[in-house]
């Protein structure tokens, strides 16, 4: 029985990789690829007695202008916001976007990549950094398609980037409460596990700023166990996580005048369990989180956070992929221009309620 044709051996006669086989014999010509690459293909196809596909009428196009976005969570108001972006613009132009949720976990992220040469998409946007495991198929991704990282600042691959500089995030923050007095300080946070350096980036930007001041040694780091990074997360995860933690840190000596959420739900839960022991926010201790989420501008939760423009990335990912599928469909003299996108906003500091100036504090243990 003679051996069926598969797109590895296509690839391996025609001298490319096998996404780019997929791409040019199911006729995606939204993308980049020069005349050579597929006349080389379609050679090694009929050569290898590959039935090539007809080209598809013009009709037929407009049912897949799709923009797929990797999501590592939608229970984090963050991402609920990145997607509104997204959305927002993508409707705007015509587009539709379908979701995938990886949940954080390695074999759904694999699981949704390989679906890509099926789902067609004509852009990707990736609302974090891609698992360290797959940045190689992301950047040969990005190589055939409109790609965009919606990430924290890393050098890991070359494509277009709406950066976020976590380390100036957590400086912003910790300098705050420095110039309110505060010189004993917890930071409570998520795992801090290899995967989620995003996270580590801000807490190490937090305690530098204390460092920077002969404070070292005054920051108490509070981070979940790595185990919790491995469960999939629900609605209240992060609020129960930032409650929990800030209970230890209270059955301990406690002499810290202020706590930083690594983001807004954390923040929350840090808030109930102090209240829940009796402390007064801000005046007895004061509570700062990022990202500046719908919740945090509420009257009661009046929370003190870190604006960092969270739907207007989502907005620019979405514009960086229709303006390159756009210059790919009309390109310039006839050259398809390379260009590489970095975007990158600046942070700032929202004032409200729950942080005021430290006053003296003794060691003490609260009574659970």
Same mark, same amino acid.
Do not use: W
């Given at each position: 029985?003679? !051996?069926?044709?598969?797109?590895?051996?296509?690839?391996?006669?025609?001298?490319?990789?096998?996404?780019?086989?997929?791409?040019?014999?199911?006729?995606?010509?939204?993308?980049?690829?020069?005349?050579?690459?597929?006349?080389?293909? /379609?050679?090694?196809?009929?050569?290898?007695?590959?039935?090539?596909? !007809?080209?598809?009428?013009?009709? #037929?196009?407009?049912?897949?202008?799709?923009?797929?976005? *990797?999501?590592?969570?939608?229970?984090?108001?963050?991402?609920?916001? &990145?997607?509104?972006?997204? /959305?927002?613009?993508?409707?705007?132009? @015509?587009?539709?976007? *379908?979701?995938? $949720?990886?949940?954080?976990? +390695?074999?759904?992220?694999?699981?949704?990549?390989?679906?890509?040469?099926?789902?067609?998409?004509?852009?990707?946007?990736?609302?974090?950094?891609?698992?360290?495991?797959?940045?190689?198929?992301?950047?040969? +991704?990005?190589?055939?398609?409109? &790609?965009?990282?919606?990430?924290?600042?890393?050098?890991?691959?070359?494509?277009?980037?709406?950066?976020? #500089? $976590?380390?100036?995030?957590?400086?912003?923050?910790?300098?705050?409460?420095?110039?309110?007095?505060?010189?004993?300080?917890?930071?409570?946070?998520?795992?801090?596990?290899? %995967?989620?350096?995003?996270?580590?980036? %801000?807490? /190490?930007?937090?305690?530098?700023?204390?460092?920077?001041? @002969?404070?070292?040694?005054?920051?108490?780091?509070?981070?979940?166990?790595?185990? &919790?990074?491995?469960?999939?997360?629900?609605?209240?995860?992060?609020?129960?996580?930032?409650?929990?933690?800030? %209970? /230890?840190?209270?059955?301990?000596?406690?002499?810290?005048?202020?706590?930083?959420?690594?983001?807004?739900?954390?923040?929350?839960?840090?808030?109930?369990?102090?209240?829940?022991?009796?402390?007064?926010?801000?005046? #007895?201790?004061?509570?700062?989180?990022?990202?500046?989420? *719908?919740?945090?501008?509420?009257?009661?939760?009046?929370?003190?956070?870190?604006?960092?423009?969270?739907? +207007?990335?989502?907005?620019?990912?979405?514009?960086?992929?229709?303006?390159?599928?756009?210059?790919?469909?009309?390109?310039?003299?006839?050259?398809?221009?390379?260009?590489?996108?970095?975007?990158?906003?600046?942070?700032? +500091?929202?004032? %409200?309620?729950?942080?005021?100036?430290?006053?003296?504090? !003794?060691?003490?243990?609260?009574?659970?």
């Amino acid at each position: 029985m003679k !051996k069926k044709v598969t797109s590895v051996d296509i690839a391996r006669a025609a001298g490319v990789s096998q996404a780019t086989v997929s791409m040019v014999l199911n006729k995606k010509y939204n993308v980049s690829f020069s005349k050579d690459t597929i006349e080389r293909v /379609e050679q090694a196809a009929r050569d290898m007695g590959y039935v090539i596909p !007809k080209r598809r009428n013009h009709s #037929d196009s407009k049912v897949h202008k799709l923009i797929v976005v *990797f999501c590592p969570t939608l229970t984090n108001p963050y991402y609920v916001m &990145l997607l509104q972006g997204i /959305e927002a613009v993508a409707k705007e132009k @015509g587009y539709g976007v *379908f979701v995938c $949720n990886t949940q954080r976990e +390695l074999k759904l992220e694999e699981q949704y990549l390989k679906m890509m040469p099926v789902v067609r998409p004509q852009g990707i946007i990736y609302t974090c950094n891609p698992s360290r495991s797959f940045m190689e198929q992301v950047e040969e +991704l990005a190589q055939q398609i409109p &790609l965009v990282i919606i990430s924290n600042r890393e050098k890991t691959i070359e494509v277009d980037a709406i950066n976020q #500089d $976590n380390t100036k995030v957590g400086r912003l923050m910790a300098r705050h409460l420095l110039d309110l007095g505060h010189r004993d300080v917890a930071f409570i946070t998520p795992p801090l596990t290899k %995967r989620q350096q995003q996270r580590s980036k %801000r807490v /190490e930007g937090f305690v530098s700023e204390f460092e920077r001041e @002969g404070l070292k040694g005054h920051v108490i780091i509070k981070a979940a166990d790595d185990a &919790l990074d491995k469960i999939i997360p629900n609605i209240d995860s992060e609020y129960k996580m930032g409650y929990n933690l800030t %209970r /230890e840190l209270l059955a301990g000596e406690f002499s810290c005048t202020a706590i930083a959420g690594l983001n807004d739900m954390m923040a929350f839960g840090i808030i109930d369990a102090l209240q829940d022991q009796k402390y007064k926010v801000p005046a #007895d201790v004061s509570v700062i989180g990022c990202d500046n989420t *719908f919740y945090s501008s509420m009257h009661r939760m009046s929370l003190t956070t870190i604006e960092h423009f969270v739907p +207007l990335k989502g907005r620019d990912a979405c514009d960086i992929i229709i303006r390159k599928i756009n210059s790919a469909n009309n390109p310039y003299s006839g050259i398809q221009p390379t260009s590489i996108y970095h975007i990158e906003y600046e942070p700032k +500091l929202i004032v %409200r309620k729950t942080t005021s100036y430290a006053k003296a504090r !003794k060691h003490h243990r609260k009574n659970n």
